[in-house]
C-alpha cells in the first residue's frame, strides 16, 4: 500500500508541473492568437490556422516597433505618448502600464538588483529587487533611499517599501533565481542541488 501511494505521489510531482505549463502556454497561445485571430477569421473563414492571429499580432507590433525609430511616423507616436500622458486618469493607467512593460523589457531594466532586507528588531532577513534608487524626484527627504518590491511566496502580489540605501545588501544572484526562490517558498534551492550534485 506504500509504494502505491508513493507511485501516486511521484506520478503528482511529475505530471501536475507538466500540466500547469502545457496549460498556461495554450492559454497564452490562445489569447494573443485572439488579439488579431478574431478580426482575420470572418475574413479567412474556412482558411483559418490557429496561430496566424499571433504571427500577424507579432508582425505588426514589429512594424509599429520599427516605425517607431522613423523621424515622421515617430514624431506622430511621441505626440500620442504626450497626449495620453495628459488626459486625467488615463495618463495614469497608461504611464504605469508604461513604466512597467519599460522596466522589463527596456535599457533599463528594474529587479536587475536582488537585495537582502534586514526585518527590523530582528536578525531575519527578506530577499527582494531594487525597482528604483532615485526617489529625489519623487519626494526631497528620500534622496537616500530606494525602493525595494518583496514578492509574497507562492503569489504574484508583492509589497513595495521605502528603504534607506545603506541599510541595503546588495547580493550576487541572477533576478530570475531570486524570483523562482521567492515565489516557491525557498523550495528550489533544494532542487538546485540535488542538479548540481547529479
Known sequence: MKRLVRNFINGVLTIVPI????????????????????VLKPYLEDDYIPGIGLLVTIV???LLG???????????FRLIDRLLENIPIVKTIYSVSKDTINSFLGEKKSFSKVVLVTIPGTNMKSMGFIT????????????????VYIQQTFQVA???????????EVIDVKP?????????G?????????????
Not at 137 to 147: Q, R
Not at 158 to 168: A, N, R, S
Request: proline letters at 2%; zero cysteines; a neutral charge.
Open 186 to 198: 525557498g523550495m528550489t534551492s533544494k532542487n538546485e542541488k540535488k542538479k548540481t550534485k547529479g
Open 132 to 147: 528604483a534608487e532615485d526617489l529625489e524626484s519623487l519626494h526631497d527627504p528620500l534622496k537616500n533611499y530606494a525602493a
Open 176 to 184: 530570475e533565481d531570486a524570483m523562482k526562490f521567492i515565489l516557491s
Open 158 to 168: 508583492g509589497f513595495t517599501f521605502l528603504i534607506p540605501k545603506d541599510e541595503l
Open 19 to 38: 500540466i500547469l505549463v502545457v496549460y498556461v502556454v495554450y492559454k497564452t497561445f490562445m489569447f494573443l492568437d485572439g488579439i488579431l485571430g478574431n
Open 60 to 62: 505588426l507590433i514589429t
Open 66 to 76: 520599427w516605425l517607431s525609430t522613423k523621424f515622421l511616423t515617430g514624431t506622430i
